[in-house]
């Protein structure tokens, strides 16, 4: 969100400043006007903004160089814009999300029809639709492909839980559960024409295969599609609408993360809180103020090298590990038989056969694959094509993985030492659901469970805010 304020307000200039190297950041005898194709030597001018304007890049994460203070100051207002949006609870956040959650859709539409009518897009379009079957045997394309839809919903971040827990307890959440999915996928298609009938007009500019200008990552749309703007009829309009696009998808994805750390920390400690705190507002306050914090690393002349190896060792290992105990502990451990029950007495039909199948045997198995693949075939982080981490940076990686997935050893160490009993009797009863919701059929509506920051009326939405499905782009 930093780096999309940064250009948003680079927008507004008469030139775009990664439009040409004559300025005092490029390095003139390394720099391209266009995309420099195989010369390894050469940087486009958009790469040198980015690298030597935005980031001031250092040498490697062993070189953190000084603070970056123009993204301090983006930074600083991305959280007080995040904080300014939730701090009245979900009720004004869904409001928010009217707007950030379909303005992102009138703008891929606008660049669609835009992108379309440039010569080479049908190029680009092409090498995007054209399927190389023999990709499918390759087990880290399943691996990537599985980790981009566990962050593009938001699986195994806990939003979906937190979010939800604001609904009516008879909310259809088998229709929910189709809209976020469908949406998705269809959103994914649809930034997938208009990014590649971008790039394929890029190729057809600098006569390059779509190969050499296709990248992923931060490069994507912070130094490709920039380039293509520069190249584009009223380019300062068409940039500063792209990045007040990707402001408002990233507003939608720190809505629900930081909800979800809002919950637990209302849930878990939310009486003493607000005895110190007074009000809910200055709870999310303090968690907007530590987050921020977190990100200072990010925004240092080495940032880059930090957000790298975070985005790496957090997207998919860790996340495949939570996601698997939490499909065994609800599906294998709570049960089928229970989940189908309180399906039941929320729609008032039991679940198909199919969502049974999948909960028990198909959801459980394709993590586990994906788990194992994700680890046989680990390969260290890398930044760019050039630089690999020092060893010291992939244990720091490792242990920034752990955080999230040792509390789940050390949650059953809990367990089983302060229950009483043998060592098996303490397994079998930690294997066992509460008192409340074993006995589903009996379980009356009112005493349903639900987030501590439901319990007042005008808190809940008439519908909680759906995710994010738009952020696949």
């Known amino acids: 969100m930093a780096w999309a304020l940064y250009y948003l307000f680079h927008s507004f200039r ?6 040409s190297c004559n300025s005092t950041w490029n390095i003139p005898q390394n720099c391209s006007s266009g995309f420099p194709g195989n010369a390894t030597h050469l940087q486009s001018a958009s790469q040198q903004f980015f690298d030597h304007k935005l980031l001031e890049k250092t040498g490697g994460i062993d070189q953190p160089g000084s603070m970056r203070w123009e993204l301090f100051g983006v930074l600083l207002l991305a959280w007080v814009i995040v904080y300014l949006c939730i701090f009245k609870g979900v009720k004004s956040t869904g409001k928010v999300v009217y707007f950030t959650a379909t303005f992102p859709y009138l703008i891929l539409t606008a660049l669609l029809i835009n992108n379309v009518q440039l010569p080479g897009a049908k190029n680009g379009i092409l090498y ?22 566990f962050n593009s919903i938001g699986i195994g971040f806990g939003s979906m839980m937190s979010l939800a827990s604001y609904n009516k307890f008879n909310n259809n959440i088998l229709r929910d559960t189709l809209i976020v999915s469908l949406a998705n996928s269809a959103t994914s298609i649809l930034a997938g024409f208009v990014i590649f009938s971008a790039i394929g007009y890029m190729a057809h500019l600098h006569n390059l295969p779509v190969d050499d200008i296709a990248t992923d990552g931060p490069g994507l749309v912070f130094v ?8 584009m009829p009223v380019s300062q309009l068409w940039a500063f609408l792209f990045f007040l696009m990707l402001l408002c998808l990233g507003l939608d994805s720190q809505f629900a993360m930081v909800e979800v750390m809002v919950t637990c920390v209302m849930d878990g400690f939310g009486p003493r809180l607000l005895r110190v705190l007074k009000r809910k507002e200055f709870v999310v306050l303090v968690v907007c103020f530590v987050g921020f914090l977190f990100g200072l690393p990010d925004i240092t002349q080495g940032g880059i090298f ?40 929320m729609l008032g039909k039991p ?53 999230s997935i040792i509390w789940i050893p050390l949650g059953a160490v809990h367990t089983l030492s302060y229950s009483k009993g043998t060592l098996m009797q303490r397994l079998k009863a930690s294997l066992l ?10 379980l009356p ?9 439901s319990q007042s009326l005008d808190m809940i939405p008439e519908k909680a805010p759906l995710n994010d499905s738009e952020s696949s782009l």
């Open 14 to 19: 008469s030139t775009l400043p990664w439009q």
């Open 128 to 149: 995007f639709v054209t399927p190389v079957w023999s990709k499918l045997l390759d087990v880290q394309v399943w691996v990537n492909a599985a980790a981009q839809i």
């Open 224 to 231: 490709v599609y920039p380039e293509v703007f520069s190249t």
């Open 306 to 345: 930090v957000f790298q190896l975070m985005d790496h060792y957090t997207a998919v290992v860790s996340l495949m590990f939570l996601a698997f105990f939490e499909v065994v502990a609800v599906c294998w451990i709570f049960g089928v038989g229970r989940i189908s029950k309180m399906v039941t007495k």
């Open 351 to 403: 679940p198909n056969i199919f969502f049974r199948v999948c909960w028990m045997v198909f959801s459980p198995t394709l993590v586990m694959c994906i788990l194992i693949s994700s680890i046989v075939h680990y390969k260290p982080a890398r930044y760019g094509k050039t630089y690999t981490y020092p060893a010291w940076a992939e244990g720091v990686g490792w242990f920034i993985s752990l955080i």
């Open 433 to 442: 659901p509460c008192d409340e919701l074993a006995n589903i059929d009996v």
């Open 445 to 453: 509506e009112e005493n349903q469970p639900h987030s501590s920051q």
